[in-house]
């Protein structure tokens, strides 16, 4: 329905659309700039980072960057210890949320309000609380700079059990689950062959968000790794921060190779992370 | 025996949790309620001395208050005065109409994808006193530049800008997330009857949207209350003095970190948790009610 408008009605509504349009996109290159910017600094000779006016465009000391980075630590064995966690920490996620996320969602059981309550409760407990005995109980285990601490206390957590519920409750049939049991496939055979296919797409909301989470996670990381080549990628770049004339270039460096991942993976999956990611946890505030 | 199978099948399912749990959450957490009432380095015997840690936290231990002062006021200008700015944007980018819709999204999901410590790197050398973007900015405005980290005063102004920044196009989504969730007839009818667009905004879209500005700033809380990472490396990381100058920036949770894991005080650390703990519960309940006042 387009109203009818005056003249001077028509002039405001158009200057105000312009206004929008250059408030959106004027935050949008904040938000963009500081990506450019680590690249660009990566980039700059170690001479020329630090003057007046900043630089604002490549420069040629990429080789020396990265020789300097390599330096001053073993960022690739950084790399593989990241990788390797967040990839374990991603797949054991999906499988035991799901599991547990199946079970409130498609079985009658015993207690099932109660525990699944509990586990809701378990939400509102932050990491810090126990964070000074977990790190005692984990040199208890033998398992200071491993990468057990940081995936498989996490694997089956609150907030994928929920997530997995709410997904699952509105989108597997009871019908096609007593077909499957009627053509006497188990209970655990369904989950594999029935309940994951079906649940792809919140499987992908949660798998990113904790590849993501596990990847940049630091407070975790900087408690439990204390060797060098043990680092994940976040604790060994703050590690550069105590080393006097550290070459700032390097730590660029560092900084631009570990957005690498993170982009890539959000530039390919950007559009179903928002709409998913947000329906998924607004899913959560309706009830 | 089928039957069997799926009575047991559930509990076998959810189990993996609370294995987890008692082992890794509920054991850690009243140990350490446990710890908060002793002194221990982790190595000596633990000696049991009562209410002594949280009587020092409370009446003797200035870094304690600071570190509580410190993050109030961080989650106050980098975590809450946030979402005035960010429903307004919200609301820009919740039109059918609008061009480029999708790079704005992108653009606006973009900060949270990232390693806090990377960015917070690059802040750092953005905020440099002598050669950084921002104070170039400033003097190109005619303005003086800004000691940023090298003076108490602007610590916490300098760490709550790289809040914002992460923050703020995460909020922008969750709201226009839940602007979308409206029904669009109730805007048209409302229109209908003459109502104007600020009218529509604070008589029908705010009220609509107060079960999604509770969950964001209820986020906002939990987070804020938690701050490390940022604070941690624009100050001069784990080795510096703890929240830089003059511990300006000394959250909670670094002051946690440090009683702990760099003075060895196992029980006055877990006294912290305990406390810190209790605030971000406490905070998020009263802003429950607050939110349910409102409703009704």
Known sequence: MVKKRSAGHTLLWKVSGTLKYLVLFGVSLIFIYPFYYVFVLATRERGNMFKVPPPFWFGHGIVDNYNSLLKNLPFWRNMLNSTGIAVLATFTTVIFCTMAGFAFAKYKFKGENFLFNFILVTLAIPQLLGIIPFFKMMVWFNWLNTWFPLFIPTMANAFGIFLMRQYLAGSVPLDLLDAARIDGIGEFKILVKVVFPLAKPAIAVLGISTFIGSWNNFFGALVILRDKRAYTIPVALSSLLGIHNIDFGAIMMGTALSLVPLLVIFLFFSKQIISNLLAGSLKGVAR | MKMNQQKIAPYLFISPFFILFFIFGAFPDLFSLFLSFTRWNGMSKIEFVGLKNFIYLVTRDDFFWKSLTNTFFLLLIGSLLQHIIALPLA?????????????????????????????????????????????????????????????????????????????????????????????????????????????????????????????????????????????????????????????????TLIYLYTVGFRWGKFGLGSAVSWVLFLIIISATVTFKKIIERIQH
């Open chain 2, 91 to 251: 609301v820009m980018l919740d039109s059918k109409v609008l061009k480029g819709r999708e790079f704005f999204r992108t653009a606006y999901f973009l900060p949270y994808i990232t390693s806090t410590v990377s960015i917070a790197f690059l802040f750092g050398y953005l905020f440099d006193r002598n050669f950084g973007l921002f104070n170039y900015l400033m003097e190109l405005a005619g303005l003086p530049g800004i000691k940023w980290f090298s003076e108490p005063s602007t610590v916490k102004p300098a760490i709550a800008i790289l809040l914002n920044w992460r923050w703020i196009g995460w909020n922008t989504i969750l709201y226009l997330a839940g602007l979308q969730s409206i029904p669009g007839e109730l805007i048209e009818s409302a229109r209908v009857e003459g109502a104007g667009r600020y009218a529509i905004f604070f008589f029908i879209l705010l009220p609509l949207l107060l079960p999604v500005i509770f969950f964001a700033v209820s986020l906002s809380i939990i987070f804020g209350m938690q701050l490390f990472d940022e604070a941690l490396i624009l100050t001069g990381g784990v080795g510096g003095n703890p929240g830089g100058v003059d511990n300006a920036g000394l959250t």
